[in-house]
DNA sequence: AAGCTCTGTTGATCTGTATCAAGATTTCAC
DNA sequence: GTGAAATCTTGATACAGATCAACAGAGCTT
């Protein structure tokens, strides 16, 4: 595994706190994979079997609402965890999809090697904590923003703090994570300063 | 402590299986409190001291919006947690009101207690993985709905579910939980079968 | 490079829900 | 129990943003 690749993957579980052999063995777990553009990685009904850690590309996990439209949940890119963390969890069929958006490299490991994290490195169940934690912070500001916020003001916001990454993928898709049309956030996009 | 009490707390804490010893010592911790209608058990910029066993009565979780009105996070009733998780954990001043609605008994634990537990009880982390899954879970559930349902949807749906604890509680918080006016919520009430 | 498909732009119209308003009803305090 | 305050109901109106539609570019594919 390349050195810049063992870094992005240590970084995302810094909170875990391995020591230096931990560390190594635990590398030693993640599998690479590339994916190209378009596909669908998980599909609703089927169960998520692999925790990613993204190395590049942008991913989407959305599900569609009864008229067919895509409701983008969130993006993952490099640095991110990625994949159906709930189906994966709890070896149930997802109820998103998950895709590459871009051509992309990701790692993973299995169920049952996630389950083994938490016995055998003790600094894990912190990270777990942590992380889910943080998740949860994530999503209730997230409803919130749904909630409380006009388009135009979720799109100011949006386009503030918008990922460089983010940058390079259809409108559409940020559309349906803003929760507007793609009209609507084309509108925006050319009638607002931000 | 009342046995029913007792047995209230410890169903809350199924999942971190505590051994027969370290449940006597454990609901040890907690101290009864009665909190009247209508009392701000905590508000926005204050930071949350307890965490909360709830024996009987209704609390809410809200904020204001621009324009002053409460937008409802979630409700609290006997079995549940209460509190303002995040503040309490992070000791940060809290971003959330919580109020009790009814005339209400609770159970608390005060911050350093909570982080204690992690050391003392092995099942702990357990427990709190469990919940944080399970937390997190719902917010994404009710992120979707309030995204891709309308305001009669999302009502039938919160009536066919709707705790009875819940309706003793004035429409106008329902509404808000609902991200709907009480206009709104009133007129489905009174022309839509559930 | 020509053709096709996908994506983005712009305009016209429609619609669900908020807002404003005025009464009716319930709840609460003294 | 009586008055005041809070809550709920119902109607009229307004408006943000969806929908429908038509076209203009971009980007792939062969």
């Known amino acids: 595994m390349e050195e810049l690749h063992k870094q992005i993957i240590l970084n995302a579980f810094k909170d875990a706190e391995l020591s230096e052999e931990h560390a190594?063995?635990?590398?030693?777990?993640?599998?690479p994979v590339s994916i190209s553009k378009h596909t669908l990685m998980t599909e609703v009904g089927k169960v998520e079997r692999r925790f990613y850690?993204?190395?590049?590309g942008v991913q989407a996990v959305y599900l569609l609402d009864r008229k067919g439209n895509k409701v983008v949940i969130g993006f993952s890119f490099d640095g991110s965890y990625s994949g159906i963390y709930d189906s994966f969890v709890d070896r149930?069929?997802?109820?998103?999809?998950?895709?590459?958006?871009?051509?992309s490299e990701l790692y993973y490991i299995t169920p049952d090697e996630y389950d083994a994290?938490?016995?055998?490195?003790?600094?894990?169940?912190r990270w777990g904590r942590i992380v889910h934690g943080f998740l949860l912070k994530g999503r209730v500001q997230r409803e919130l923003e749904i909630s409380t916020l006009t388009s135009e003001e979720r799109f100011k916001l949006f386009m503030k703090r918008c990922p460089q990454q983010l940058r390079q993928i259809p409108q559409k898709y940020l559309a349906a994570y803003l929760n507007m049309t793609p009209e609507t956030f084309s509108r925006l996009m050319n009638s607002v300063t931000w």
């Open 24 to 31: 190594q063995d635990f590398l030693g777990l993640w599998k």
């Open 53 to 56: 850690v993204v190395i590049k």
């Open 92 to 103: 149930e069929p997802s109820g998103y999809f998950l895709e590459a958006l871009t051509d």
């Open 117 to 125: 994290l938490f016995d055998k490195y003790p600094g894990f169940d």
